[in-house]
């Protein structure tokens, strides 16, 4: 068995996994808080849509860095190569787990403004968007990693 690609799938998996796990958690509370809105006054469909799916592009990332980083993998890859690959992923394994769960947390307070006020919806898409910033930053540097 070649540990090094056993190593290297397992970093890959990690991240997509953690990406995608941290993703559905953030569309649980945006969708139950759309839903809620929703129920009250359904006009509000389309300020509240694009809030509710902000915390899917985490899972969306982690996507893309599995399939390259399953390009990156071999099965003749050295134990330090497959460390490598392993670290590389862990920037955004860790950080799109942890912004999706909180842009989910930031995206439903935003709904609950919407329900509020309709007019603030174009001025809040701006506060889970600043928590996307470092889920873009964690998917650079994990590619910057894997080159």
């Known amino acids: 068995m070649n540990w090094g690609y056993v190593i290297g799938l397992l970093g890959v998996g990690l991240c997509v996994l953690l990406c995608g796990v941290g993703s559905a958690i953030?569309?649980?509370?945006?969708?139950?808080?759309?839903?809620?809105?929703?129920?009250?006054?359904?006009?509000?469909f389309s300020?509240?849509?694009?809030?509710?799916?902000l915390p899917a592009t985490q899972g969306i990332y982690g996507f893309v860095f599995g399939i390259i980083g399953m390009g990156s993998c071999n099965v003749a890859m050295t134990l330090t190569q497959g460390f490598q690959v392993f670290l590389a992923a862990l920037p955004l394994a860790v950080v799109g787990f942890a912004s999706a769960v909180h842009q989910g947390n930031t995206a439903a307070s935003c709904i609950h403004?919407?329900?509020?006020?309709?007019?603030?919806?174009?001025?809040?898409?701006?506060?889970?968007?600043?928590?996307?910033?470092?889920?873009?930053?964690?998917?650079?540097?994990?590619?910057?990693?894997?080159a």
């Not at 953030?26 to 509000?44: F, H, M, N, R, V």
């Not at 300020?47 to 799916?53: E, F, R």
């Open 47 to 53: 300020k509240a849509l694009v809030l509710v799916v």
């Open 113 to 146: 403004a919407v329900a509020k006020k309709e007019s603030l919806s174009g001025k809040l898409i701006l506060f889970p968007a600043m928590v996307e910033t470092y889920a873009i930053l964690a998917l650079v540097i994990s590619l910057l990693l894997m």
């Open 26 to 44: 953030g569309l649980k509370k945006t969708g139950q808080a759309a839903a809620g809105i929703l129920s009250e006054d359904p006009k509000k």
